[in-house]
């Protein structure tokens, strides 16, 4: 069964630590995507990657890293440096860039 | 900056009745998709659009690529329950920057008339 797992679905991070979120495909999609969803509110782009071992910020990258070292999975890391990281978290791909995208079913991250 | 404007914010549906929603943004977009959103899940692709003028259908969901490029339609047709969630547009331009990636309107709510 193709698809997008994103986990964990619920996340809870302590001040000051860093927490990995993690998103794998089975798709065999070359790019790959995330999303911030705050309530209300349309998605923001975080990062992304159009292929392995290259990704590019988005809108709004700060306080965030991600990796890209295979092509089905892109991790992102919510790091001590953001602020506000309260947020449901999207995990997207898409066969090639500019294409249609297809999303996990998120991870809730909430502060402790 | 690309903006894209959802409208309505939200709005009550009563079994069999017929809704609209559209989008509009302040630039030209050679793409226009539609997802629909239930709580604590991701968006599901309902319809994607291509070309201007273009009408496509997916069973009692419509969608149209407005002839100006500046806006798109989704009518859902016969309402039922299921039909509940939030319904987010997303437009595709050709713009440097973040390599054309999508802009997602804020989201129409549909809900359940009281």
């Known amino acids: 069964d193709g698809g997008i797992t994103q986990s964990p679905k619920y996340l809870f991070r302590k001040e000051g630590q860093n927490v990995t979120l993690s998103c794998e495909q089975n798709?065999?999609?070359?790019?790959m995507y995330w999303y911030r969803q705050d309530p209300g509110q349309g998605l923001r782009l975080i990062y992304y990657?159009?292929?392995?071992?290259?990704?590019q910020k988005g809108d709004i990258a700060e306080g965030y890293s991600v990796s890209r070292e295979k092509k089905e999975s892109f991790p992102l890391t919510v790091t001590s440096a953001q602020k506000n990281p309260t947020a449901f978290y999207l995990c997207?791909?898409?066969?090639?860039?500019?294409?249609?995208?297809?999303f996990g079913s998120g991870t809730q991250l909430s502060v402790l | 900056g690309q903006q894209l404007n959802q409208s309505p914010q939200s709005m009550f549906i009563q079994e069999g009745e017929d809704v609209s929603m559209n989008c509009t943004s302040s630039?030209?977009?050679?793409?226009w998709l539609w997802y629909k959103q239930d709580p604590g899940e991701g968006p599901v692709l309902l319809i994607a659009?291509?070309?201007?003028?273009e009408l496509t259908s997916n069973g009692r969901l419509t969608a149209q690529f407005g002839i100006t490029r500046k806006d798109s339609f989704l009518n859902i047709s016969a309402s039922i329950p299921s039909d509940v969630g939030i319904y987010f547009c997303?437009?595709?331009?050709?713009?440097?920057?973040?390599?054309?990636?999508?802009?997602f309107g804020k989201g129409t709510k549909l809900s359940v008339k009281p």
């Open positions: 997207a791909s898409s066969i090639f860039a500019n294409e249609k995208l297809f």
């Open positions: 798709l065999n999609h070359d790019a």
């Open positions: 990657s159009q292929i392995v071992n290259d990704f």
């Open positions: 630039s030209i977009f050679n793409t």
């Open positions: 659009l291509y070309k201007a003028g």
């Open positions: 997303a437009g595709r331009g050709n713009y440097g920057g973040s390599q054309g990636n999508l802009i």
